[in-house]
């Protein structure tokens, strides 16, 4: 990996994490969303929203991980991308998957079902997605969907 890579997922992460354990709390808690069917918001804040974000952050995080010390180890030629893709829209099923996980075993409110579903979601995306389209390594660089726009405006 590049140093401009590895800076950009370390950037990438650090933006990620104050997003989504900073900045979407803060929505909450200033009832940007509405949700009316908890007394206490605060609380299911600090236990069960936090718990889901949590969760999806540290699975995002481990498949960047993964995904980029395999592409790095990797000695994958031309012929061998087409697997590697599959790996990465496996490593992409396992988060999207997560978000649910995290919500079923983590009490939402009916209020909140939506709007839990699409802050997860945009940390999959902004964690897992953007991650790997601008850190992935070597051949693997143009692999994650989007990446050779993002590249682009990166300057690769």
Same mark, same amino acid.
């Given at each position: 990996?590049?140093?401009?890579?590895?800076?950009?997922?370390?950037?990438? @992460?650090?933006?990620?994490?104050?997003?989504? /354990? &900073?900045?979407? *709390?803060?929505? +909450?808690?200033?009832?940007? @969303?509405? $949700?009316?069917?908890?007394?206490? &918001?605060?609380? %299911?804040?600090?236990?069960?929203?936090?718990?889901?974000?949590?969760?999806?952050?540290?699975?995002?995080?481990?498949?960047?991980?993964?995904?980029?010390?395999?592409?790095i180890?990797?000695?994958?030629?031309?012929?061998?991308?087409?697997? %590697?893709?599959?790996?990465?829209?496996?490593?992409?099923f396992?988060? @999207?998957?997560? $978000?649910?996980i995290?919500?079923?075993?983590?009490?939402?409110?009916d209020?909140? &079902?939506?709007?839990? $579903?699409? /802050?997860? &979601?945009?940390? @999959?995306? %902004?964690?897992f %997605?953007?991650?790997?389209?601008?850190?992935?390594?070597?051949? /693997?660089? +143009?692999? *994650? *969907?989007?990446?050779?726009?993002?590249?682009?405006?990166?300057?690769?």
């Open positions: 990996m590049k140093s401009g890579e590895i800076t950009r997922l370390i950037i990438c @992460v650090i933006i990620g994490a104050l997003i989504i /354990f &900073l900045g979407q *709390p803060k929505i +909450y808690d200033l009832r940007i @969303v509405r $949700i009316t069917d908890i007394p206490d &918001l605060k609380e %299911w804040i600090g236990s069960y929203y936090m718990n889901q974000a949590t969760i999806v952050f540290a699975i995002s995080l481990i498949s960047v991980i993964i995904w980029s010390i395999s592409a180890r990797s000695k994958a030629n031309g012929s061998e991308l087409k697997t %590697w893709q599959g790996i990465w829209y496996g490593l992409l396992v988060n @999207v998957l997560t $978000i649910f995290a919500i079923y075993l983590n009490k939402v409110s209020d909140a &079902l939506l709007s839990s $579903i699409f /802050f997860l &979601l945009f940390d @999959v995306i %902004w964690i %997605w953007l991650g790997t389209a601008l850190s992935s390594p070597n051949l /693997f660089m +143009y692999l *994650p *969907p989007g990446s050779g726009t993002i590249r682009r405006v990166f300057g690769d």
